[in-house]
T-cell receptor, first 112, second 115 residues
């Protein structure tokens, strides 16, 4: 079993709809959870971090964490073509300097 | 301010050769990380520096891989006797230790191709 699992996609969503990305992790000691966006040929860029159960909203993005189910998700509202990218879920046991364990990423395509 | 920079951006080498990959972190960032990303996969942790010392090198795949950060700033990842399986994008990230909920900022990566 991989430490962090994501559906590799591709996930295709019409413009203006909600894109839902999911991630599960195996280490119950995980404390910090991140979503990175990676455009093709570019480096990962942090878009959301979440540390406690529940929802965290930032603009069009909402991260959801359920530690009991070992599940993290990212919702993107009002999806735009510029949201088309690979979304990487990353998990860490630490709250400080962090060794990140990444999932394989979900490729998201927003169709105009 | 300047972000994380990495050189070279691309490196092509032959099997068995030695390569060095350089990372220049964001000024003032004390933590530095190396990851490796193969095509279609997420980044895989290699090593983490806190200042000059390697705090965690558990991700280095074998003793052909070595990294240094002698002055606590620039880091060099060294790969001896390269193999075709070493071909990947090598990513460097840095973070400010002690900042609230530290964030790792990634550099553009070095694409290594071993022929």
């Amino acid at each position: 079993q991989k430490e962090v699992e994501q559906n590799s996609g591709p996930l295709s969503v019409p413009e203006g709809a909600i894109a839902s990305l999911n991630c599960t992790y195996s280490d119950r000691g995980s404390q910090s959870f991140f979503w990175y966006r990676q455009y093709s040929g570019k480096s990962p860029e942090l878009i959301m971090s979440i540390y406690s159960n529940g929802d965290k909203e930032d603009g069009r993005f909402t991260a959801q964490l359920n530690k009991a189910s070992q599940y993290v998700s990212l919702l993107i509202r009002d999806s735009q073509p510029s949201d088309s990218a690979t979304y990487l879920c990353a998990v860490s046991r630490d709250q400080g300097a962090q060794k990140l364990v990444f999932g394989q990423g979900t490729r998201l395509t927003i169709n105009p | 301010g300047a972000g994380v920079s990495q050189t070279p951006s691309n490196k092509v080498t032959e099997k068995g050769k030695y390569v060095e990959l350089r990372c220049d972190p964001i000024s003032g960032h004390t933590a530095l990380y190396w990851y490796r990303q193969s095509l279609g996969q997420g980044p895989e942790f290699l090593i983490y520096f806190q200042g000059t010392g390697a705090a965690d090198d558990s991700g280095l795949p074998n003793d052909r891989f070595f990294a240094v950060r002698p002055e606590g700033s620039v880091s060099t990842l060294k790969i001896q006797r390269t193999e075709r399986g070493d071909s990947a994008v090598y990513l460097c990230a840095s973070s400010l230790v002690g900042s609230p909920r530290e964030t790792q900022y990634f550099g553009p990566g070095t694409r290594l191709l071993v022929l």
